[in-house]
Nanobody, 123 residues
Framework: QVQLVESGGGLVQAGGSLRLSCTASERTFSSANMGWFRQAPGKEREFVAALRWSGGSIYYAYYADSVKGRFTISRDDAKSTMYLQMSSLKSEDTAVYYC?????????????WGQGTQVTISS
């Protein structure tokens, strides 16, 4: 199965920005439905954003209400890489961020997880 590797996490001050990357090991990444999730300490993993393939090179983006307007999900199929641009970061965004494959009919549920990348927001 496709191996997913996240990168780009780190320590950022509140209000700052960070871009996460998720690189897939196979070219079959193209047209795959993909998403970002996160897990804060003591909490369950939650949906953050997803890109759902709609044919050709068209993808529709979906966001959790908590990140809408601050985070942007995108992808570069030529590089087999998905991104999560995060801005106006808040302390509550602190979590381990994971990328995963998602189903077209259920983009809020992930499978085939990467190892995660830590994002820490200091206030």
């Amino acid at each position: 199965q496709v191996q997913l590797v996240e990168s780009g996490g780190g320590l950022v001050q509140a209000g700052g920005s960070l871009r996460l990357s998720c690189t897939a090991s196979e070219r079959t990444f193209s047209s795959a439905n993909m998403g970002w999730f996160r897990q804060a300490p003591g909490k369950e993993r939650e949906f953050v954003a997803a890109l759902r393939w709609s044919g050709g090179s068209i993808y529709y983006a979906y966001y959790a209400d908590s990140v809408k307007g601050r985070f942007t999900i995108s992808r570069d199929d030529a590089k087999s890489t998905m991104y999560l641009q995060m801005s106006s970061l808040k302390s509550e965004d602190t979590a381990v961020y994971y990328c995963a494959e998602v189903d077209y009919s259920d983009y809020r549920t992930g499978r085939n997880w990467g190892q995660g990348t830590q994002v820490t927001i200091s206030s």
